[in-house]
C-alpha cells in the first residue's frame, strides 16, 4: 500500500507570529489552526523528493535481490537456501494475510497499540539484525582487510537424541559475519531507542531485499496465482474498509519505506511522511525475480523478461504515486503493478512467440538442497507473535461475551499449515495453530 501520512502537528500558541499575517490580527482557534495546516502543506520540491526517493529505494532491493537469488538458486550453503512458494502456497496465502491483519486491526481495536509495539519492536530487533547482517556479508567480503585472521564459528541446536535427534538451527559463521553483526545492531539499538525514519529504512531495505533473495516461486503460473489474489487483497482492504491504513499507521516496525516530504524544510527531524509498504516492493519483486532466472535458463544470453518487467514496475509505482498525488488518498499499489508486472512480460513473450514456454517452465531445485531453514525459524517466531495477539485478544472477547477463552482462542487460530507442526494450545491439548507462510505480508 502506498500513502501520505500527514504526520502530527502541535497546537500552535497564539502569540507566536504566522507568516503572511498582521501581527496586529485577531486570531480565533480556527484561525490558527487553519494557518498551522497551511504552513506544513509540503512544497512541490520536498513532494518530489519524496517519491522520487520513494521510488528509487523499491528499485534497490528488486534489482540486487533479484540477482542473488540467482546465485543463491545455485547455493549448496544451507543457510543460504531459498523457500519454493507453491500453487498452494500462492493460492491461500491471500487468505491468510487477511486474516492477520484483520487480527492486527481487532488487537489496535481492543487493546492499547504500545504493547503490541513494544512486542513487535524486540522481535523486528532481532530479525532486523540478522536481515541486515545477511544484507551486508557480500560486500563485508571484499572489503574486509586480509590481515584480519578469519576464524569459523558454528551456532547448532537439535531435538531429540539418538536415530531420533533432528537438526533444528545450523547456523555456520566467520568473522566477517560477526563485523556484519555488530553493524545490524548498532541500527537495531538506534531504531529501538529513536525509531528514526534512516534506522527503520535500512531495516526495511535489508527485509525487502532478503525477501526478493530467498522467497522463490516455482513458476509463472505460481506468481501470476500469487499475484491475482494479492490484487483482490490489496484493493479489498484499501477501498473497501480503512482496516489496512489503520494498521499500517499503527504499526509501529520496519515494514514500510518512509521518506519525509519537508526534508527540505525540517533536515532529519522531519515528521511529515509518505510511505510504501513493503509488500508493495516484495510481492512483484520474487516475479521479477524469477523471470531473470527464466532468462537464463533460456540460455540466450539476454535478460528480456527481466528487463521488461522491471520497467514495468516502474510504470506501475509511478502511476501509483501519480494517481495517489493527484485525488490526495492511499493507494492499493499491487492494482497497478499486478497488471503492468504480468502485462509487459506475456505480451514480450507474445511478441516472441514464447509464451507456452514461460508459462510451462519450472524451477527445478538442485539435488543436493536439503530442506530449507533459513525463514523457518523466522515462521516460528511469528507463530509465537501471533498466538501471544490470539490468546490476548480470546481473554479480552471472552469477557466482554461471557464465553470460554479457549473457545474464543479455536475461532481465532483455525488454520493449518504444511511447514510447522502445531503448537501446543494454551488452553488445553488440541489446537490448531495459525502460521504465517512466506512471502510477509503487507501492511
Keep these: 500500500m502506498a500513502d501520505v501520512d500527514q504526520g502530527s502537528v502541535p497546537p500552535p500558541d497564539a502569540s507566536v507570529p504566522i507568516p503572511g499575517l498582521s501581527p496586529d490580527a485577531e486570531l ?42 540467482v546465485t543463491c538458486s545455485k547455493s549448496k550453503n544451507s543457510s543460504d537456501m531459498p523457500e519454493t512458494i507453491t500453487g498452494r502456497d500462492a493460492a491461500r496465502f491471500p487468505i491468510i494475510a487477511s486474516c492477520t491483519l484483520f487480527g492486527l486491526y481487532l488487537f489496535f481495536k481492543v487493546f492499547s497499540q504500545e504493547y503490541i509495539n513494544l512486542l513487535l519492536s524486540m522481535y523486528f530487533f532481532v530479525l532486523g539484525i540478522l536481515a541486515l547482517a545477511h544484507t551486508l556479508s557480500p560486500l563485508m567480503a571484499k572489503v574486509f582487510p586480509a590481515s584480519i585472521p578469519i576464524k569459523q564459528y558454528q551456532l547448532l541446536f537439535t531435538q531429540g537424541s539418538g536415530e531420533a535427534k533432528e537438526e533444528v538451527v545450523n547456523y555456520e559463521f566467520d568473522t566477517k559475519d560477526l563485523v556484519c553483526l555488530v553493524i545490524g545492531g548498532v541500527v537495531g539499538v538506534w531504531y529501538v531507542l529513536k525509531k528514526h525514519w534512516v534506522a527503520n529504512n535500512l531495516f526495511g531495505l535489508a527485509f525487502a531485499l532478503n525477501g526478493v533473495e530467498l522467497l522463490h516461486l516455482n513458476n509463472v503460473c505460481t506468481g501470476c496465482i500469487l499475484l491475482g489474489g494479492l490484487f ?18 499503527s504499526f509501529e516496525a520496519p515494514i514500510k519505506l518512509v521518506f519525509p516530504q519537508d526534508l527540505l524544510e525540517r533536515g532529519m527531524d522531519a515528521s511529515n511522511f509518505a510511505m510504501l509498504g513493503l509488500g508493495d516492493i516484495v510481492i512483484p519483486g520474487i516475479f521479477i525475480a524469477l523471470l531473470l532466472r527464466f532468462d537464463i535458463s533460456l540460455k540466450k544470453n539476454s535478460r528480456t523478461y527481466f528487463y521488461a518487467s522491471f520497467l514495468a514496475y516502474i510504470f506501475g509505482l509511478g502511476l501509483t504515486i501519480f494517481i495517489m498525488h493527484t485525488f490526495k488518498h492511499a493507494q492499493p499499489a499491487l492494482l497497478y503493478l499486478v497488471p503492468a508486472c504480468i502485462g509487459f512480460p506475456v505480451l514480450v513473450a507474445l511478441i516472441k512467440g514464447e509464451v507456452t514456454e514461460m508459462f510451462r517452465w519450472v524451477r527445478r531445485p538442485h539435488p543436493l538442497h536439503p530442506k530449507p531453514r533459513s525463514l523457518s525459524i523466522s515462521l516460528s517466531v511469528c507463530m509465537l507473535v501471533c498466538q501471544s495477539i490470539c490468546m490476548s485478544l480470546s481473554l479480552s472477547l471472552s469477557k466482554r461475551l461471557s464465553v470460554c477463552p479457549s473457545s474464543v482462542y479455536d475461532c481465532l487460530s483455525v488454520f493449518l499449515s504444511d511447514h510447522h507442526p502445531p503448537l501446543p494450545h494454551p488452553y488445553g491439548p488440541h489446537c490448531i495453530f495459525l502460521s504465517l507462510h512466506p512471502p510477509t505480508s503487507e501492511l
Design 28 to 69: 480565533n482557534g480556527t484561525d490558527v489552526l487553519n494557518a498551522t495546516a497551511a504552513k506544513f502543506v509540503a512544497t512541490p520540491e520536498g513532494t518530489a523528493l519524496a517519491y522520487g526517493s520513494l521510488l528509487f529505494m523499491a528499485l534497490l532491493p528488486i534489482f540486487f535481490g533479484a540477482l542473488r537469488s
Design 232 to 249: 483482490v487483497y490489496d484493493v479489498f482492504w484499501v477501498f473497501g474498509t480503512n482496516v489496512m491504513v489503520t494498521v499500517a499507521r
